[in-house]
């Protein structure tokens, strides 16, 4: 048989074996005796009994999947600190309107979730550093953008010039598209200027309104804004006030409110440390100044000066308001201390300021609401000396306008300038030629700005010039000393002179004592301070400074540092 089949039954049974073993890859062993058939020999592996298999384990059951919880956003995080006192307060203010409330919580929250990267970059990195806009460089400049540069888009064009003022905060009045208001917006971040705009819509009064004037003040956060004006706080509950700073800690941390309070009330409206309101106040004292130079009586600033030193608060300091100055002084004290009539007292600081008093130099106008209105050069006495050509009175003038922004510098808080005061710009008397502002005042001290002026801003040999360069001295100084800082202890003291203001300021070991000379006489005036101090304006030296010398209208910043 030459093929076999080798399927098992048709094949002995060793040969089957072989087969089975050679499939199973067994080897084989021949016996020594010749002649026998062999026999297989099975691999021990084989020959050692096996284990009964274990039974296949039954399946473990899985657990269903867990779905992982959200991560909660940055806006959730603000609503569990901020969110229930600010439903407290709704809830309080609008009598518990829960569909308010809900549209209300939905405006928030699509405001952060539409906020720029860039903006929220910013907030982050402010939220970090809690007195970020309490710097001593930082230096505010009011601005109407018609008057300055023509438009929004004018006013991007000439920020160069106010970095060259040493401006880096803008309170700017103009009308624009929210295109133009991000465009400017995104060119001052550009350029490192804080931008402040106005709210304009109308104060709350009830769930309808408050939704309105807070839409406005995140659309104006949300298209760049630095800080919001929110102009005349006493129409302003305090409750809004606080509901308004929760909500910029929800969308916008970043973003600055600010505010003018009424005369001798503002601390309230900076709230209390664990709430706070408003960040920055503009205060109402550039009256004080102007009667104090009307006087040539320091007493009033004194008293004003150090009952301000207790607040916590940033006040903006200017010489004069949009509005002129309103005369809004503590006649209760002057009748006190200085038996001062009100209504008398009132017609000769009117007198004073609009030139009628003998020997004034001054030159401003009442508007129809009874204030006084006019640049600070003009009320200084420039343009009557311009007149005159008289150059000891334009002396005395230059002399007089550096004094009161001297005084504005040596404040705690932040000095906004007037835009036009940097070059001494005058009266505007063309308004009363314009049927459209005769009637206004007002409009004698918002000019256009007057370029061919700051075309002169760097030859001292001209008025623009020495006001120019004298201011940007000053600014530069208190950019540069520690002296000037927020934190800093601040003092009044007695100078012996009632004409003379003394102010002084200790951080880290720096002390500057000032000397205001609010007179147009050769004064003698001294500090209660004893050793030697550097002057910083002018460079000299002082051995002690018991009885210093200024000149009129003249003033000192004299600085001691500890050994």
């Known amino acids: 048989m030459n093929e076999r089949n080798t399927h098992k039954g048709t094949v002995p049974c060793h040969t089957w074996r072989m087969i089975r073993a050679q499939e199973e890859d067994l080897y084989y062993k021949r016996p020594a005796v010749p002649g026998r058939r062999p026999a ?13 298999a274990e039974p296949a384990a039954a399946p473990v059951p899985q657990a269903a999947p867990v779905a992982a919880e959200p991560v909660p956003s940055i806006f959730d995080l603000r609503m569990e600190q901020y969110g229930d006192e600010l439903a407290r307060l709704y809830r309080e203010q609008f009598h518990g309107d829960l569909a308010a409330w ?20 910013q907030d982050q990195r402010r939220t970090a550093d809690a007195g970020w806009y309490c710097r001593r460089d930082l230096l505010a400049m009011a601005v109407d953008a018609a008057g300055f540069a023509g438009s929004l888009a004018g006013v991007a064009d000439r920020l160069p010039y106010l970095k060259e003022c040493g401006v880096n905060f803008l309170r700017l009045n103009g009308n ?59 129409r302003l509950p305090h409750s809004v006030l606080r509901m308004a700073r ?22 309230p409206y900076f709230g209390s440390e664990d709430k706070p309101e408003c960040h920055l106040l503009c205060r109402n004292n550039g009256a004080l100044l102007w009667n104090t130079l009307a006087t040539g009586d320091v007493s009033l600033l004194r008293h004003e000066v150090e ?64 204030k006084v209105c006019g640049t600070t050069a003009s009320l200084c006495g420039v343009e009557a000396a311009d007149y005159e050509q008289d150059s000891v009175k334009l002396e005395q003038a230059v002399a007089c306008d550096l004094l009161l922004h ?10 906004l300038l007037t835009c036009g005061d940097e070059v001494g710009q005058l009266n505007d008397y063309s308004c009363h030629e314009d049927a459209a502002r005769a009637d206004d005042a007002r409009n004698l001290q918002h000019g256009p700005f007057q370029w061919e002026l700051a075309a002169m801003r760097d030859n001292q040999e001209t008025r623009q010039g020495k006001q120019f360069q004298g201011l940007r001295r000053l600014e530069q100084l208190r950019g540069a000393e520690p002296a000037f800082d927020a934190r800093a202890n601040v003092w009044t003291f007695d100078t012996g002179n009632p004409h003379v203001l003394g102010l002084g300021r200790w951080y880290e070991g720096r002390k500057l004592v000032a000397l205001f000379n609010f007179s147009g006489d050769f004064v003698t005036a001294g500090a209660p301070e004893g050793g030697a101090f550097d002057e910083l304006i002018y460079g000299g030296h002082y051995d002690e400074i018991g009885h210093v010398e200024l000149y009129p209208y ?10």
């Open 307 to 370: 009952g301000s030193l207790s607040s916590a608060g940033l006040f903006l300091n200017r010489l004069h308001g949009d509005s002129g100055l309103d005369w809004a002084l503590d006649y209760d004290w002057l009748k006190e201390h200085c038996g001062t009539d009100e209504n008398t007292h009132r017609q000769y600081l009117n007198d004073w300021a609009t030139g009628k008093f003998p020997g004034s130099n001054s030159r401003g106008e009442l508007c129809r609401e009874g």
């Open 40 to 52: 297989i020999v099975m691999p021990e592996s084989l020959l050692v009994s096996k284990a009964p």
């Open 554 to 563: 003249g003033f000192v910043w004299l600085l001691q540092q500890e050994a």
């Open 102 to 121: 809900d549209r209300l919580t939905t405006l928030l929250r699509q405001s952060w979730e539409n906020r720029r990267e860039e903006l929220c970059a």
């Open 406 to 415: 001297a005084f504005l510098l040596t404040q705690s808080g932040m000095p």
């Open 176 to 234: 624009g598209s929210q295109e133009e208001l991000a465009a400017l917006a995104d060119a001052c971040r550009a350029q490192e200027i804080l931008l402040a705009l106005p709210l304009k819509a109308d104060a709350p009064q009830d769930a309808a309104s408050f939704h309105a004037w807070i839409e406005q003040l995140l659309c104006l956060a949300g298209l760049g804004a630095d800080a919001i004006r929110l102009g005349d706080l006493s």
């Open 246 to 267: 929760l909500i910029c800690q929800l969308v916008c941390p970043g973003v600055l409110l600010m505010g003018k309070a009424p005369a001798h009330g503002e601390a």
